[in-house]
């Protein structure tokens, strides 16, 4: 063996940087001491929870307990490798006698969880009639954490006793029963007490279905989904719970790696608790048990799980979606009947997308989006006057009236018409993007990516149409960029690209060239945040990418023009809500109250300048009435 000429050296702080969520993490800490007590074989575990700064926190079980000779070994060793040296199973005595369970400990890194609380704490264990305190302290230099003080007597028994004072934080006593309640209490042979009151597993739940699935790669896992009684409907209890060897992975939650598997707003998310226990990723599990590890193994459990949890979701809400579905279109019947067969085509692809996304939602909210998107879909009706309205200088008298020469006084109606319905969408717009309950992608977002002129005049107009080509390079682009579910549901919404936290619509204008072959010359993208988001210079700049992979990278063979809207909740202050990309692009960023307080304003002034000139209108109705009613026409059979 060479001979050491210089030995390396610790920070003071190198454990609290090494392991941060450990000595930080109050919730993870606990975890982990607990977890320390599991593996020792403990039964029981008795904490204590101080009422004030300073005061002691205590941690006993009846576990194995240390020798002297263990505790150095075990205990004083950085990454201590439990697998390794003891083995995956603990041996514990259990009501029925001997028993194994697995072990949670891999990376030897619990014990250092006391640090949360202090930078000194005294471990007490005792085994073969003696006795063993250790003063531990985090001092740096040669050694990362040392043994300040050492002392022994002789007690019966075995097991360990940890304090610490709670110098850095104190811990609440409620919060830490949930915390343990949800991570370890699935063992009936496991019980801990906090300050002397047992913590109980969500008051005697049983699972309404329990499954075991077999993965292709011959794993297998089960499933077990809980309904949370009412009373009990915190986010604790809610979500997707892994257990890996009987403990709790992470907290429960409706997103699993990468995937959003389920709203955590909507009614179903609130009342079930689904619980995956995986003991095939034991060996996946990061360090701290906050998460797992990105792997094969754990990606196909993910999507296994997501499968199956979204199955489940549509077996639940099946008949109640159709029931919902019918009492909205008898309660709209009079309008619908009103819309053209192209309109009629995207309700009914509205109402089978929408309600396969939120089919718990219930009649009274769906009859306010039906009502709203209606209004939507009968605008296309004299689209063409309005159109010409618009784009004119309200102010310009003369140009007024040389276009409103050209129509009929029932003309002129429908626009009033539809001006009113337009501000309805607005206000329903308003209203949405104000509750904190609206699922913004399946509701306020197909709503405002189809009342295209809230963004400007230029697109108030039918030329805008979908692209299949544009859809899907946009779709790839996105896939380029981002992490995570990025879909377009070609069957029901082709021009919505939907993404967890967005959806981004396209349009375009098309036309033919010199050879007789089609391209666009406009493109219109419409980025829409989730609720809460505030647009800074990130999203702005990935809509310039988004322009820039259009017109640069040649993917529709054509150089279009290209605008992008990026809507959120609101802009930071931080950056310009207007980005210049030389001649070919724009890039704007807006909240949704911009859009509709500015769409508004510009419908209110032309429905004042129309009133005024046709002020009649409103009191001579009967004359319209009239007017409208189907006449026998006179046939002239004259030469």
């Known amino acids: 063996m060479s001979e050491i000429i210089q030995k390396s050296l610790f920070e003071k702080n190198f454990i609290e940087r090494t392991y941060s969520s450990v000595v930080s993490d109050m919730s993870i800490a606990f975890s982990e001491l607990v977890a320390n007590s599991w593996d020792a074989g403990a039964t029981n575990v008795w904490i ?15 576990g194995t307990g240390m020798t002297d000779k263990e505790f150095q070994q075990r205990w004083m060793v950085i990454a201590y490798n439990r697998v390794a040296h003891q083995g995956e199973y603990i041996e514990y005595l259990s009501s029925n006698g001997a028993a194994k369970r697995l072990a949670y400990g891999r990376n030897g890194i619990g014990r250092h969880s006391m640090l949360c609380f202090d930078n000194q704490y005294t471990v007490e264990t005792w085994r073969n009639g003696e006795c063993n305190v250790y003063v531990i302290s985090v001092d740096g230099g040669e050694s990362a954490f040392s043994v ?50 047992k913590i109980e597993f969500t008051q005697k739940v049983v699972p309404i279905l329990t499954k075991q699935i077999k993965l292709k790669s011959n794993l297998s896992i089960n499933i077990s989904i809980y309904q949370i009684p009412d009373g009990e409907k915190t986010t604790a209890a809610n ?69 199956f949890v979204r199955e489940f979701r549509v077996d639940y809400y099946k008949g109640k979606v159709t029931e919902v579905r019918k009492d909205v279109i008898e309660k709209n019947i009079n309008k619908i009947e009103t819309l053209s067969i192209p309109a ?22 769906l009859n306010t989006i039906i009502g709203a998107l209606i209004s939507v879909l009968q605008s296309r009706n004299g689209m063409s006057l309005l159109e010409k309205l618009s784009a004119m200088d309200i102010e310009d008298v003369d140009t007024l009236n040389s276009i409103l020469d050209e129509w009929s ?36 977002h197909p709503l405002v990516s189809q009342a295209k002129w809230l963004f400007g005049i230029e697109y ?13 390079v946009l779709h790839n682009i996105l896939k380029g960029q981002r992490k995570g579910d990025i879909d377009v549901n070609w069957a029901k919404r082709p021009d919505l690209v939907i993404g967890s936290d967005f959806s981004l619509s396209s349009t375009c204008v098309e036309d033919v060239d010199d050879n007789d072959m089609l391209i666009i010359n406009k493109v219109l993208i419409i980025e829409l945040k989730r609720g809460g988001f505030t647009i800074d210079r990130q999203e702005m700049n990935q809509a310039e990418e988004y322009i820039d992979s259009l017109y640069k990278g040649n993917k529709l063979n054509c150089k279009p023009r290209i605008k992008a809207f990026v809507v959120g909740d609101a802009v930071s202050p931080a950056i310009s809500n207007q980005k210049r990309l030389e001649d070919y692009g724009e890039v704007y960023a807006y909240t949704y109250r911009q859009l509709t307080q500015t769409a508004g304003k510009r419908l209110f002034n032309l429905k004042e300048k129309l009133s005024v000139r046709y002020q009649e209108l409103n009191v001579n109705d009967y004359l319209l009435e009239i007017l409208g009613e189907p006449r026998q026409m006179e046939l002239d059979f004259s030469d």
């Open 48 to 62: 204590t929870i101080p009422a004030k700064k300073g005061e002691e926190i205590i941690i006993e079980d009846n």
């Open 148 to 197: 300040i003080s050492h002392n022994k007597y002789a007690k019966d028994g075995n097991g360990t006793r940890l304090s610490v004072k709670a110098n850095k934080k104190v811990p609440a006593k409620l919060e830490v029963m949930r915390t343990l309640g949800y991570r370890f209490l699935f063992d009936p042979e496991f019980s801990v007490y906090v300050n002397s009151e």
């Open 409 to 444: 006084v029932s003309d002129i109606k429908d626009v009033l018409d539809e001006i009113d319905r337009r501000l309805k969408v607005i206000n329903a717009i308003e209203q949405l993007c104000s509750n904190p309950s609206t699922d913004e992608l399946h509701v306020l």
């Open 239 to 307: 979500g997707i719970a892994f257990w890996t060897g009987g403990r709790l992975v992470g907290n429960p939650s409706w997103i699993i790696g990468d995937i959003r598997v389920e709203d955590a707003r909507r009614k179903f998310a609130l009342r079930h608790l689904i619980v995956v226990q995986a003991d095939c990723l034991i060996d996946d599990v990061y360090y701290d048990w906050s998460q797992f590890l990105k792997t094969e193994k754990v990606k196909e459990v993910f999507v296994a799980v997501t499968q």
């Open 344 to 365: 009629l085509y995207d309700l009914k692809n509205f109402f089978s997308n929408y309600l396969e996304q939120k089919p718990e939602i219930d009649n009274e909210e």
């Open 460 to 472: 108030d107009n039918m030329n805008y149409t979908f692209n299949k080509v544009l859809t899907t």
